[in-house]
């Protein structure tokens, strides 16, 4: 016991000041102990495949250091000139030039979005499959390209560029149809999922894509997103006078929002919720009639988003009984993101061309996957097989999203990532091409993991 008082021990006065406590690094610095302890002891199976013949991938290899200059330096120019989703103008039409530099037509404005790009090539057999590879292209507001979509998007052209140079000097080195499509606003948004409507992927058997990353990884959780707005609607009312004669819509977002917390122990570890009041009233001395939340919800299977989905629903009209107000729940404004269902035998193929190139992509679950993201391939991904690999630009200790991972945007490793990444995806290509036993592969595994689902009615 003291005699001492309180602020004696604590100067209340000046804590806490205006700045945050710093977040503890304890808990990522554990995480990435024990990813550097399972790097030691697990290596991904590779493939059982044979794939192409091996003269065909020196040609290939050849083909992307002849392009690899200028895929970095387009690289810098998109870094330098960031544009946000569905407002990729310059970023589109600089891909569309370096494609008809290299006598490739390209159409801008492809399937209903006006920065989409559509190219293809075609080789000799008209009966083999149909297979697309993918670049991103739009930044994040503020931070740029802190998610490295201007690596990603030289990656795909890469592939692409080289496929069509292999072709063009022997037609029977490339015997399918080679569809490079430019997939516009996958942060916050489903740019995928809006050129589906326009057809995108009606006629593709397989599509490629891949993600700069703090490690080199085969296979990653990436969760599904829905986003929601919820809307509760009240009476206004004197809040000293007649305070009675109110129905509070802040009381109501502020049940839902602690009502959200209370819930996230009775779900998955995998799945996440997150929400801001954009609306609560305008002046304290009145009962605000219109109170507005906004929520991201993911999970990471599309059943268990589904379920997630009904209880914040329940959630919200579970609030709107408890205040007497009303409620209007609007769920997807932009298109949902499915999680990414991942084709594992193209991801053997995709592993084995990176350990070429001298990387040795992780097997999935050695990087944590609490640290798990969205992206809107998940839904090409249900539709037809698919790969979205991560590949290292960066430290592992640097994180998506921040204007460390845009700095590592423009890095050697960066720089690395635009020729590896674009053989990788043009080898796992021209595999598929030239192993019909893989091409089946790929198939039967589709069909076995559930085959092809009904993306934009799933949530109806």
Same mark, same amino acid.
């Given at each position: 016991?003291?005699?001492?008082?309180?602020?004696?021990?604590?100067?209340?006065?000046?804590?806490?000041?205006?700045?945050?406590?710093?977040?503890?690094?304890?808990? @990522?610095?554990?995480?990435?102990?024990?990813?550097?302890?399972?790097?030691?002891?697990?290596?991904?199976?590779?493939?059982?495949?044979?794939?192409?013949?091996?003269?065909? =991938?020196?040609?290939?290899?050849?083909?992307?250091?002849?392009?690899?200059?200028?895929?970095?330096?387009?690289?810098? +120019?998109?870094?330098?000139?960031?544009?946000?989703?569905?407002?990729?103008?310059?970023?589109?039409?600089?891909?569309?030039?370096?494609?008809?530099? =290299?006598?490739?037509?390209?159409?801008?404005?492809?399937?209903?979005?006006?920065?989409?790009?559509?190219?293809?090539?075609?080789?000799?057999?008209?009966?083999?499959?149909?297979?697309?590879?993918?670049?991103?292209?739009?930044?994040?507001?503020?931070?740029?390209?802190?998610?490295?979509?201007?690596?990603?998007?030289?990656?795909?052209?890469?592939?692409?560029?080289?496929?069509?140079?292999?072709?063009?000097?022997?037609?029977?080195? @490339?015997?399918?149809?080679?569809?490079?499509?430019?997939?516009?606003?996958?942060?916050?948004?489903?740019?995928?999922?809006?050129?589906?409507?326009?057809?995108?992927?009606?006629?593709?058997?397989?599509?490629?894509?891949?993600?700069?990353?703090?490690?080199?990884?085969?296979?990653?959780?990436?969760?599904?997103?829905?986003?929601?707005?919820?809307?509760?609607?009240? =009476?206004?009312?004197?809040?000293?006078?007649?305070?009675?004669?109110?129905?509070?819509?802040?009381?109501?977002?502020?049940?839902?929002?602690?009502?959200?917390?209370?819930?996230?122990?009775?779900?998955?570890?995998?799945?996440?919720?997150?929400?801001?009041?954009?609306?609560?009233?305008?002046?304290?001395?009145?009962?605000?009639?219109?109170?507005?939340?906004?929520?991201?919800?993911?999970?990471?299977?599309?059943?268990?988003?589904?379920?997630?989905?009904?209880?914040?629903? +329940? @959630?919200?009209?579970?609030?709107?009984?408890?205040?007497?107000?009303?409620?209007?729940?609007?769920?997807?404004?932009?298109?949902?993101?499915?999680?990414?269902?991942?084709?594992?035998?193209?991801?053997?193929?995709?592993?084995?061309?990176?350990?070429?190139?001298?990387?040795?992509?992780?097997?999935?679950?050695?990087?944590?996957?609490?640290?798990?993201?969205?992206?809107?391939?998940?839904?090409?991904?249900?539709?037809?097989?698919?790969?979205?690999?991560?590949?290292?630009?960066?430290?592992?200790?640097?994180?998506?999203?921040?204007?460390?991972?845009?700095?590592?945007?423009?890095?050697?490793?960066?720089?690395?990532?635009?020729?590896?990444?674009?053989?990788?995806?043009?080898?796992?290509?021209?595999?598929?091409?030239?192993?019909?036993?893989?091409?089946?592969? @790929?198939?039967?595994?589709?069909?076995?993991?559930?085959?092809?689902?009904?993306?934009?009615?799933?949530?109806?």
């Amino acid at each position: 016991m003291t005699d001492r008082e309180p602020r004696d021990l604590l100067d209340l006065s000046t804590f806490p000041g205006a700045e945050p406590i710093p977040p503890s690094s304890d808990y @990522v610095d554990q995480l990435e102990a024990q990813t550097r302890t399972a790097m030691r002891t697990r290596r991904h199976a590779g493939s059982e495949h044979t794939g192409a013949p091996a003269q065909l =991938h020196d040609a290939l290899e050849a083909e992307v250091e002849a392009v690899h200059g200028e895929l970095v330096e387009l690289m810098l +120019d998109l870094y330098e000139h960031p544009e946000v989703a569905f407002e990729e103008v310059r970023s589109s039409r600089a891909i569309v030039e370096v494609l008809r530099k =290299h006598g490739i037509e390209a159409e801008l404005g492809a399937h209903g979005v006006e920065t989409a790009i559509r190219a293809e090539i075609r080789g000799a057999a008209d009966d083999a499959p149909t297979l697309a590879v993918l670049s991103e292209y739009d930044a994040l507001p503020v931070v740029g390209h802190g998610c490295g979509h201007n690596v990603i998007a030289v990656m795909g052209l890469g592939a692409f560029l080289a496929l069509a140079a292999l072709a063009k000097k022997d037609r029977s080195a @490339v015997p399918g149809r080679i569809v490079y499509l430019g997939t516009p606003a996958e942060e916050g948004h489903s740019g995928k999922e809006v050129m589906a409507a326009g057809g995108a992927w009606d006629d593709i058997d397989m599509a490629v894509m891949a993600h700069p990353f703090s490690h080199d990884v085969a296979d990653t959780a990436w969760l599904g997103r829905r986003t929601l707005t919820v809307e509760f609607h009240g =009476h206004t009312a004197h809040a000293s006078a007649q305070p009675f004669m109110g129905r509070n819509a802040l009381d109501a977002a502020s049940l839902m929002y602690q009502g959200i917390g209370l819930l996230r122990q009775q779900i998955p570890p995998s799945d996440r919720v997150h929400a801001v009041i954009r609306e609560g009233g305008d002046r304290a001395s009145v009962i605000p009639d219109l109170a507005r939340l906004d929520l991201y919800v993911r999970s990471l299977a599309p059943e268990t988003l589904r379920d997630l989905s009904r209880r914040i629903e +329940d @959630v919200a009209r579970g609030a709107a009984l408890m205040t007497s107000c009303g409620v209007t729940v609007t769920w997807d404004k932009q298109p949902p993101s499915l999680p990414v269902r991942t084709n594992t035998t193209l991801t053997g193929r995709w592993v084995e061309a990176q350990r070429r190139r001298g990387r040795d992509p992780l097997p999935r679950g050695v990087v944590s996957e609490t640290l798990a993201a969205s992206t809107d391939f998940g839904n090409v991904s249900f539709r037809l097989p698919g790969i979205h690999p991560m590949i290292r630009i960066a430290d592992p200790d640097t994180a998506l999203h921040t204007r460390e991972f845009a700095k590592a945007a423009t890095s050697d490793l960066a720089r690395s990532a635009a020729a590896d990444g674009a053989y990788g995806l043009a080898a796992t290509l021209l595999d598929v091409l030239h192993d019909p036993a893989l091409s089946k592969a @790929v198939t039967e595994e589709f069909e076995e993991a559930g085959g092809a689902i009904d993306v934009p009615g799933y949530f109806d």
